[in-house]
């Protein structure tokens, strides 16, 4: 009676320390292996993980200027075509010796200040119209010159307004050209903002992934611990049964080396989770030696998408082939208007102009051009054509197979990314299997050992009996936070991929 009454009392202390140590299981465990001035310990959840991915990483940002960059290159295409103002003026000083009836040789001076404006449009139809005037004043020496009338030197004004039309007719014609520009910028800067998404997708996942791997080493680290500090409770037991004669010293050694064993887990756990730390402050481009980093969210249980939920969903949202549907639309725009600058030119180009001229003062210029006095015009055409077509079909032909590329990249990668979801699809389902299945070995693990130390404490079973049916339970629990990383890291894996992570993130890329 009196050894089962002890027995009871050894069972009792060996479950109380056993809650314990679970207890110590579920909290953020202390380095035991660093001493003196530790790094501070610092919780991060998944939450803070996406913030600080978002704000600090370095391809997010890049990400982010390359679709501002394409944004400027559309506004810039939108007034490719502005009103553009001209003007120059000068001075002209010349002197021309002439031949007199009288066999001598004079030297007529003239000088000439003038002064021209002109103000053009461009049209996206390739139409170019231009209003331009010009204005003069001569004065001469002598009576050389046209602008010196009745045999006379004096002082001239001339002055004429021009305005002029020219429209090409092959080369450069119709809006399909002069709007390809802005078309090229509009679809590079949708496949820009689908490539953004495409980047804050993959580095949150990556982030997320990194996130969980060290909730895994935080998770292994506090079970070693759990095992080791459970280990030394049960040590002391022994050795107090020891001291009472109820227990051989070599019980008591066999738990001083379950204690070293697990010291050594705990040691290299410490390590691992400091390393996942690293890897994650990496990402987060936010490294600082004075903190470490341990995961402290709770893992979620998201429903497996079936199949054909991941195959509707990758053709409406995957940000990799939104992006590279935007970039065939360009590919083919581009493929539309190539070699046109070296096909041949036909414009037709007229004017219509007025001309004032006036001797001694400016007014009878204005009043001739006022009245119409002097009207002029032109109609012509301009053509001119390469000898050979050469440059024109290469040109055509490289953007022929870049479109072709494109599209084939497309093709590529709907394919590898529907395979690799269906691969993702059958990883989760095997992570959910693989759980469930370690969950219900820890259960029976547990219940094993509840047997196995009922059994020590009536004296049928030994320590090492006793140790081995503890270390299944670790194990066991080891397998279940495995299992459950896996899981999660194949759904943000399928989630990247189906773009729900992209939706996820929505409008919370911050500006850079």
């Avoid at 009196?2 to 140590?21: D, E, F, P």
């Avoid at 019980?251 to 400091?274: C, F, M, N, P, W």
């Avoid at 194990?475 to 194949?490: F, K, M, P, Q």
Wanted: glycine letters at 6%; a neutral charge; hydrophobic letters at 45%.
């Amino acid at each position: 009676m009196n050894r089962m009454s002890k027995g009871c009392v050894a069972v009792c202390s060996l479950a109380i320390a056993l809650s314990a140590a679970e207890a110590s299981a579920q909290q953020a465990p202390t380095s035991a292996a660093t001493q003196g001035a530790s790094p501070v310990v610092h919780s991060i959840t998944e939450n803070d993980v996406i913030t600080l991915v978002l704000r600090h990483n370095p391809d997010v940002a890049s990400a982010i200027l390359s679709e501002k960059q394409a944004a400027a290159l559309v506004r810039a295409q939108e007034v490719r075509y502005p009103f553009v103002l001209s003007a120059n003026g000068g001075y002209t000083h010349s002197a021309s010796p002439a031949l007199g009836r009288d066999g001598q040789v004079s030297v007529g001076e003239r000088d000439v200040f003038s002064l021209n404006a002109a103000l053009r449009k461009d049209f996206a139809t390739g139409t170019v119209v231009s209003l331009s005037v010009q204005s003069s004043r001569s004065s001469t020496s002598n009576p050389v010159g046209e602008l010196v009338t009745a045999g006379a030197a004096g002082v001239g004004y001339s002055m004429s307004t021009r305005l002029s039309l020219t429209q090409p007719i092959l080369r450069g014609a119709g809006t399909r050209i002069g709007e390809a520009g802005l078309r090229a910028a509009e679809l590079d800067r949708t496949a820009a903002h689908e490539g953004r998404e495409r980047v804050a997708s993959e580095v949150v996942r990556d982030a997320l992934t990194s996130y969980w791997e060290l909730w895994y080493a935080s998770r292994s680290l506090a079970i070693e611990l759990a095992a080791r500090d459970l280990a030394k409770v049960e040590r002391d037991a022994a050795d107090q049964r020891r001291e009472k004669g109820a227990a051989a010293a070599v019980d008591v050694l066999s738990y001083e080396t379950r204690i070293a064993t697990l010291g050594e887990s705990v040691t290299s756990a410490e390590l691992t989770e400091i390393q996942r730390g690293l890897e994650l402050s990496q990402i987060l481009a936010v490294i600082d030696p004075n903190v470490r980093l341990r995961a402290s969210g709770d893992p979620g249980d998201p429903q497996v998408p079936t199949v054909a939920e991941v195959e509707k969903a990758l053709a409406a949202l995957s940000p990799e082939l939104k992006e590279l549907e935007a970039r065939v639309a360009a590919a083919e725009s581009r493929a539309q208007v190539a070699g046109d600058q070296y096909r041949p030119r036909f414009d037709v180009e007229g004017y219509v102009e007025l001309r004032g001229l006036g001797n001694g003062s400016i007014a009878p210029a204005f009043a001739q051009i006022g009245t119409f006095g002097a009207v002029g015009g032109y109609v012509g055409f301009i053509f001119e054509a390469p000898l050979t077509t050469a440059r024109e079909s290469a040109e055509v032909e490289n953007a022929r197979i870049n479109a072709q590329i494109s599209k084939n990249n497309l093709e590529a990668a709907r394919s590898r990314i529907r395979i690799v979801a269906l691969r993702l699809v059958a990883q989760l389902e095997s992570a959910d299997a693989r759980r469930k299945a370690a969950a219900q070995t820890v259960a029976i693990a547990e219940k094993q050992l509840e047997a196995e130390r009922a059994r020590f404490s009536l004296g049928t079973s030994t320590p090492l009996q006793v140790q081995q049916a503890e270390d299944t339970v670790r194990t066991s629990r080891l397998r279940v936070a495995r299992a459950t990383v896996d899981r999660i890291e194949a759904m943000l894996q399928l989630d990247h991929a189906m773009g729900r992570i992209a939706a996820r993130l929505g409008a919370s890329t911050p500006e850079k």
